[in-house]
């Protein structure tokens, strides 16, 4: 997904779902970005917070877990990879992609719509108008709680399958039609992981 960030809008902050070790910001940090990261798992949270504080002063990170419905309790499966394919859904074929991770705890967590935690921090959604995503297949589910905020974002920026990673994910063509709707345009597709039987994830940019 680092190679996409070049197609954001230099000029407005981001938003980013799914932080877990704040991989990206350096990236953002490179072109001068101020950048909201979202963490559900609290451990995760807490080394962003500390890595974040001590080298990325236009970036923070707040804990939720975000989802379509506010106050939504969702068993949440915590992968043993640092967290980083953890998910509201329930892995399905990610076990034959991935057959080392294991999701050996699952939780229980409520979740927030991303409207409403832009209400609740006080976001200004006229400034952070680049959305990326990487929260392993409930990506769409994150869209269809953040319409409010849709009419505001110019770039969004997600990973996607074309198979069944987790139970009932959404695939490519999903997040075409869902998007297209709300005057968004896929401008780059670009596969970063294949396996046999044409099981392909690819990093999407959708651009208004």
Same mark, same amino acid.
């Given at each position: 997904?680092?190679?996409?960030?070049?197609?954001?809008? +230099? *000029?407005?902050?981001?938003?980013?779902?799914?932080?877990?070790?704040? #991989?990206?910001?350096?990236?953002?940090?490179? @072109?001068n970005l101020d950048v909201?990261?979202?963490?559900?798992?609290?451990?995760?949270?807490?080394?962003?917070?500390?890595?974040?504080?001590?080298?990325?002063?236009? &970036?923070?990170?707040?804990?939720?877990?975000?989802?379509? &419905?506010?106050? &939504?309790? @969702? !068993?949440?499966?915590?992968?043993?990879?640092? %967290?980083?394919?953890?998910?509201?859904?329930?892995?399905?074929?990610? +076990?034959?992609?991935?057959?080392?991770?294991?999701?050996? *705890?699952?939780?229980?967590?409520?979740?927030?719509?991303? !409207?409403?935690?832009? =209400?609740?921090?006080?976001?200004? =959604?006229?400034?952070? /108008?680049?959305?990326?995503?990487? /929260? &392993? %297949?409930? #990506?769409?589910?994150?869209? =269809?709680?953040?319409? *409010?905020?849709?009419?505001?974002? #110019?770039?969004?920026?997600?990973?996607?399958?074309?198979?069944?990673?987790? +139970?009932?994910?959404?695939?490519?063509?999903?997040?075409?039609?869902?998007?297209?709707? @709300? %005057?968004?345009?896929? /401008?780059?597709?670009?596969?970063?992981?294949?396996? #046999?039987? !044409?099981?392909?994830?690819? !990093?999407?940019?959708?651009?208004?």
């Amino acid at each position: 997904m680092k190679h996409l960030v070049k197609f954001l809008n +230099k *000029n407005k902050g981001v938003i980013h779902v799914g932080a877990n070790g704040a #991989e990206e910001a350096p990236a953002y940090e490179s @072109h001068n970005l101020d950048v909201i990261w979202i963490e559900p798992i609290l451990e995760r949270f807490k080394v962003c917070v500390k890595k974040l504080k001590s080298n990325f002063p236009k &970036q923070r990170i707040i804990n939720y877990l975000v989802s379509d &419905q506010d106050h &939504q309790l @969702h !068993d949440f499966y915590i992968a043993d990879n640092n %967290g980083a394919s953890s998910s509201i859904l329930e892995p399905a074929e990610h +076990k034959i992609t991935y057959p080392h991770i294991l999701f050996s *705890n699952v939780i229980k967590m409520k979740s927030l719509s991303l !409207d409403s935690i832009i =209400k609740t921090e006080g976001v200004d =959604k006229n400034h952070y /108008t680049n959305l990326v995503m990487d /929260t &392993q %297949g409930s #990506e769409l589910l994150i869209l =269809k709680g953040a319409i *409010n905020y849709l009419d505001t974002c #110019e770039t969004i920026i997600l990973e996607a399958a074309n198979f069944e990673a987790y +139970k009932g994910c959404p695939k490519v063509i999903d997040f075409d039609f869902f998007l297209s709707k @709300h %005057g968004f345009k896929k /401008t780059e597709e670009s596969c970063f992981n294949a396996w #046999e039987g !044409d099981r392909k994830y690819y !990093d999407i940019l959708y651009m208004r």
